[in-house]
């Protein structure tokens, strides 16, 4: 999803606030030399700049890769040619209009996808999963009270990338009230945990801008303009304050920045996770083109075990553009308006109750 947005006045004076501190030391940052980290006034490993989060790696390992963690170059290069024949959308649609008879809209073509071209590489080896704990690639199981809870909220349907509820125990008709409808639709964040954390790859809009000082560290995730503003040192604010993304604290352990994340809401709900969701990102340079993303998920009362999952940014000349969700929300009227056209249409005519 490239080509069609506009660079916004708002982006570049967020830029311009954060990085006044330091501008003028831009300079003295020590040259970059073949496979030298670059760094920043203060000796950090410099994170600055435009990062491509995009990758056909799935988060969890295919069933085909079952006891396979990386696969060779030619393996990889099949599964890349594959993933493209058989996960073109504009196939997708196709072969749907010819098993229906019907042509059909569709939500996209392959125009609007940037999802990235290869399986991640670290070290060489092509992974078959972002998840590398457990070893099998995937998401440990939920507790049984997890599920419940999970399924009580409504599951899938009721989670914020999904839907947001008012009272997440009331089964409310979900186009009763635009505050009802998806985060994620409304424009207030990324679908599919983009932003994070943990921030993961999607569709599209995979770009991340990384501005560095050395108290704060701001990354502007593309998709729905969401900004990450993570404090470097300090404690965690009170548990009585509790947000969508939690709140980031880091710290520098050697040329590692490891940002730690709890205080979500109860509305956070990132794969069923509850209040007690506690997330640990770990960036760092994997040389002068390459960031490499570690994340640790922790909830003792969602999952029997922690999980790891890793992957690679990868630097970039190309702009963030403006991600243009219906501005205004004008679809919202529109969406519930239909609705309540076929509430009018689903209710019995005066006629008919009068027989």
Known sequence: MRHTHIVTVGFFA????????HVGGQAGRAARVAGEV?????NHPDFQGVWNAGTI???????????????????????EKDFFENNSLDRRERDRDRATGAAGVGGYNEFWVDRGTQLVRIDRKARTSIIIDPPDGHIP??????????????????RPDIVERQNLDEKANLYDDPEQRPLAERCLMGFGSTSGPPALPVLYNNFKQIVQTADRVMILNEMAHEVRTIRIGGQHLPSSI???TGDSVARWEGETLV??????????????????LHVTERFSRAGPDALLYRFTVEDSSTWI?????????????DPVYEYACHEGNYALPHILTGHRQDDAEKQPTRSSTQR
């Open 57 to 79: 790696t799935p988060l969890e390992r295919p069933a085909q890769f079952a006891d396979k963690p990386t696969l060779t170059e030619q393996e990889a290069a099949a599964y």
């Open 14 to 21: 967020v830029f311009v606030a954060l990085t006044s501190t």
């Open 305 to 317: 075990k922690p999980w790891t999952g890793e992957y690679l940014w990868a630097a970039t000349s």
């Open 259 to 276: 940002v730690d994340t709890t205080n979500f809401t109860a509305k956070t709900r990132f794969r069923g996770s509850d209040m007690n």
């Open 242 to 244: 509790r947000l969508w």
């Open 141 to 158: 199981a939920m507790t049984e009270k997890a599920q419940q809870r999970d399924a009580a909220r409504g599951g899938l349907a009721s």
């Open 38 to 42: 670059p760094r920043t006034p203060d």
